[in-house]
């Protein structure tokens, strides 16, 4: 049974795209006003695209959060870039995020190479709490010089500053049509792909330098129980010996804050309690190896 929608109704994609640590997640967390994205101080925390999907009377909005824009290094920053890549392609509209707090150099991102297809653009000066106000003008005008941006709003994602400015701008810029997604759904992700960003989240909070790069979450089973608790057995996957013994720590007490931590806030986000089981397991150099992430889903 569909019911008619208005021809006004309106529907599109918009890539959220940015250097690391910008706040592209948290941006997508807060138009949606659920935790899908998983945030951490550190950047390249976000490896895939994570589609966040806006339902509104008049439109629904699948907003695209994808990984910060870098030069790979290794396999899986290029296969991140893929991913910003199809973004790019898949996008009606363009949000360009940057953090005023850092220092500006407004040629880091080269925004008519980002925007080859010439796709609506627009440019969030985010972080703004974070910014003496005296600043903000001579930024907006600097970026105005650069690109014409269909509009540039400053915003905090963090504080929800700027957020009905930004969805004021940005509905008459998506096409009109019928939506895409149902509308009682909030992502095309599985529950498993959340509750593994989850785990891998509380990894990239609790452990420093190269462990949360080096961690990979894969949920080897995971088993709905009517009655009863639901079982999740995850496996984490470092790249050395040395590391498995960190993340596992003294008599496993650094797996188990890891454990207890992830479980709350999976129980919350699927509204219903879980047994979770992590392992840890070594996958030798597995951001380097094609097959290895192939396996892994990249
Ligand atoms: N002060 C402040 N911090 C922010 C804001 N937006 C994001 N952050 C912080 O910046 C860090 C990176 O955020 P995240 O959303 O993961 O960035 P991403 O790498 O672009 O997805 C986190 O510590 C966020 O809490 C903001 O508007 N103000
Ligand atoms: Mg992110």
Do not use: C
Request: proline share 7%; glycine share 6%.
């Amino acid at each position: 049974m569909t019911k008619t929608l208005p021809k006004t109704f309106r529907s599109g994609y918009v890539a959220i795209i940015g250097q690391p640590n910008a706040g592209k997640s948290t941006l997508m967390n807060a138009l949606l006003n659920v935790k899908l994205s998983i945030i951490s101080p550190r950047p390249q925390t976000t490896r895939r695209r994570v589609l966040g999907i806006l339902n509104r009377s008049n439109a629904q909005i699948v907003f695209i959060d994808t990984p910060g824009l870098l030069k790979p290094r290794y396999h899986l920053q290029k296969k991140m870039m893929d991913y910003v890549g199809l973004s790019l392609q898949d996008a009606d509209v363009l949000l360009i995020i940057i953090d005023v707090s850092r220092e500006h150099h407004p040629l880091d991102i080269d925004f008519k190479q980002i925007n080859k297809q010439h796709k609506p653009m627009i440019l969030l000066l985010n972080k703004i709490d974070l910014l003496s106000r005296g600043k903000l003008l001579p930024l907006m005008k600097l970026y105005d010089q650069f690109y014409p941006f269909q509009a540039i709003i400053p915003i905090s994602a963090l504080q929800n500053d700027g957020l009905d400015q930004l969805q004021k701008e940005l509905l008459p810029l998506i096409p009109y049509g019928p939506p895409f997604y149902p509308p009682d759904v909030v992502s095309d992700q599985p529950e498993r792909f959340f509750v593994a960003e989850i785990i891998r989240e509380k990894i990239f909070l609790n452990f420093h330098e190269e462990i949360p790069y080096s961690t990979e979450v894969v949920i080897e089973t995971y088993t709905e129980r009517p009655r009863g608790k639901d079982f999740i057995s995850a496996i984490i996957y470092v790249e050395r010996t040395s590391q498995k013994a960190i993340l596992i720590g003294k008599q496993g007490l650094a797996l188990k804050r890891i454990g207890s931590q992830a479980r709350k806030e999976i129980e919350d986000f699927l509204g219903r309690s879980v047994f979770l089981e992590l392992r840890v397991k070594v996958a030798e150099n597995w951001r380097k190896s094609e097959h290895k992430l192939r396996t892994m889903g990249y």
